[in-house]
C-alpha cells in the first residue's frame, strides 16, 4: 500500500508500475521508428519512492541513458563500471541535476536514507526497446564488485526476470 503523498504523484502523472527495474513509470515520448523498430530517442518520467519497493534494480542499457532530477528528495544512483569502479551519484538539491549514465555500466538507484519520494527522468537516444534491459544477479555482481556488496544487494530483486519477456 503506498502513501497518499505517493499515490496522488502516480495519479497526477499517470505513472504505472515499470516491470522487472522497478518504480512508477510512464513513457512520455518515443521519436519516429527505423526500420527495426527502434526510437530516434525516448523519454520517460519515473517515481522512486523509500516505500512499496519502489527503486530501481541494478540493471544496465547499450545505449548512454541521461538522468534528470525533477522535484522530491535526492536519488542514490549506485554505478558500476565495466572496468571494475563503483561509485554512487546524488541526483537532487544537493547534487546532480541531470547526469548521464554510459552504456555497459550497471545501475540502481533508491531514495536516500531519510527521503520519501524521487520524481526523475530518463532519455535515450536512440531510444529504448525491451531487448535492451538487463537485470542484475546479486551473487555476481557481488563477486564481481565486492566493495559495494552490500548496497547491490538492497538494490537487486531476486525474482525478477533479467530480461524483458519480448526482449
Same mark, same amino acid.
Given at each position: 500500500?503506498?502513501?497518499?503523498?505517493? /499515490?496522488?504523484?502516480?495519479?497526477?502523472?499517470?505513472?504505472?508500475?515499470?516491470?522487472?527495474?522497478?518504480?512508477?513509470?510512464?513513457? !512520455?515520448? /518515443?521519436?519516429?521508428?527505423? &526500420?527495426?523498430?527502434?526510437?530516434? *530517442?525516448?523519454?520517460?518520467?519515473?517515481?522512486? &519512492?523509500?516505500?512499496?519497493?519502489?527503486?530501481?534494480?541494478?540493471?544496465?542499457?547499450?545505449?548512454?541513458?541521461?538522468?534528470?532530477? @525533477?522535484?522530491?528528495?535526492?536519488?542514490?544512483?549506485?554505478?558500476?563500471?565495466?572496468?571494475?569502479? /563503483?561509485?554512487?551519484?546524488?541526483?537532487?538539491?544537493? *547534487?546532480?541535476?541531470?547526469? !548521464?549514465?554510459?552504456?555497459? !555500466?550497471?545501475?540502481?538507484?533508491?531514495?536516500? &536514507?531519510? *527521503?520519501?519520494?524521487?520524481?526523475?527522468?530518463? !532519455?535515450?537516444?536512440? *531510444?529504448?526497446?525491451?531487448?535492451? @534491459?538487463?537485470?542484475?544477479?546479486?551473487?555476481?555482481?557481488?563477486?564481481? @564488485?565486492?566493495?559495494?556488496?552490500?548496497?547491490?544487494? &538492497?538494490?537487486?530483486?531476486?525474482? /525478477?526476470?533479467?530480461?524483458?519477456?519480448?526482449?
Amino acid at each position: 500500500m503506498l502513501s497518499e503523498e505517493v /499515490a496522488d504523484i502516480a495519479a497526477r502523472y499517470g505513472l504505472s508500475p515499470l516491470p522487472a527495474e522497478g518504480g512508477l513509470f510512464r513513457r !512520455t515520448w /518515443a521519436g519516429p521508428t527505423d &526500420a527495426a523498430g527502434r526510437p530516434a *530517442g525516448s523519454a520517460i518520467i519515473v517515481l522512486l &519512492a523509500a516505500e512499496g519497493g519502489l527503486f530501481s534494480a541494478m540493471h544496465r542499457l547499450p545505449i548512454d541513458e541521461v538522468w534528470h532530477f @525533477y522535484r522530491g528528495d535526492p536519488l542514490e544512483l549506485l554505478l558500476l563500471d565495466p572496468d571494475g569502479g /563503483a561509485r554512487v551519484e546524488v541526483l537532487g538539491s544537493d *547534487g546532480h541535476v541531470q547526469l !548521464t549514465v554510459p552504456a555497459g !555500466t550497471w545501475m540502481g538507484g533508491q531514495v536516500t &536514507a531519510g *527521503g520519501r519520494w524521487s520524481l526523475c527522468g530518463t !532519455t535515450m537516444a536512440p *531510444g529504448f526497446v525491451p531487448a535492451d @534491459y538487463e537485470g542484475g544477479d546479486a551473487g555476481e555482481l557481488c563477486a564481481r @564488485y565486492p566493495d559495494a556488496a552490500d548496497r547491490i544487494r &538492497a538494490l537487486c530483486r531476486p525474482d /525478477a526476470p533479467r530480461r524483458f519477456a519480448d526482449g
